[in-house]
């Protein structure tokens, strides 16, 4: 049941309705901290420490000392879904600055609050997998790197926020958001691939987007596939002539896109690359990543 969840917080573990922070955290008083957001398929929580090192890199980006080591703070997260008993659920793994007096200064914060939320997520339905999302590319650009770096997974995500609003209000169920030189970065949540002529391009971070672990996925399982990847900037004009486009992200997993702007994409139906990306994907997370549940623990 939802409300018997336990929630990681700072060393403890507590149930849902006792998990709480003060509002002097800067996490949620500034957005400032870091966080991840990772699956657990079939016990195994997928790419658990590519997600774990993004995120010690995050918190060195933005100067924040984590009071764990990586691989104790990756022990917590496999307890907390232990301790749920969930095979297959969301993970979302923060950590703020903590709780300091109100003003900026991130030095005023002694020590980060380490939180760690087991549960489910569904970011889109069954029939939107099914027959493919619609989406627009948005006004709102994405985040230059020398303002604040997309690289790092932040809590500042109303650049995401504004540009999934904006998706909403012209009726589309995702956004795709510019660079402010005019190049596809990503969407709101999820990275963007599209396939022409049987090869995989993927913009390549530096122009806004976040580096990530379910696109690298893409690019494992591309090679294995044969398939070509390539990581170089392109545009509207590439997306509206590609066979087939698709997103990716923990939340999202991996969805086609059948229209953007109005325009379909290819046929107007999922494509037979995604589809095959698809199934390839689905056998990888569920063995790629770290146990949950030991072999002898049947939950
Ligand atoms: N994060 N770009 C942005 C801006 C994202 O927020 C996300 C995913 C991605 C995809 O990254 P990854 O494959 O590592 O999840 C790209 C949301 C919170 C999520 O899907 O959990």
Partial sequence: ??????????GEYKRKAEATISVFDHGFLYGDGV????????????RLHEHMVRLYESAKSILLDIPYTLE???????????????LDAYIRLIVSRGDGPLGLDPAECEIANI?????KIRIYSQELYDRGLTAVTVPTRRNIP?????????????????AKAEAKQAGAGEAI??????YVTEGSSDNIFIVKDDILYTPPCYLGALKGITRQAI????EELGLPVKEEPFTRHDIF????????GTGAEIISVVQVDGRPIGEGVPGPISKDLVTQFRKLVTVDGISAFPAEVKV
């Fill in 1 to 10: 049941m939802e409300s018997e969840r336990w929630v990681f917080l700072n």
């Fill in 35 to 46: 966080f991840e957001g990772i699956r657990v398929y079939s016990g195994n929580v997928f």
């Fill in 72 to 86: 104790e703070l990756e022990a917590y997260v496999v307890e907390t879904v232990r301790k749920n008993q969930l």
């Fill in 115 to 119: 939180i760690v939320i087991v549960d």
């Fill in 146 to 162: 020398d303002a604040l770096n997309p690289r790092v997974k932040s809590l500042n995500y109303l650049n995401n926020i504004l």
């Fill in 177 to 182: 958001i510019l660079s402010s030189d005019g």
């Fill in 219 to 222: 690019f494992d399982i591309a």
């Fill in 241 to 248: 002539n590609a066979d087939e486009v698709f997103l990716t």
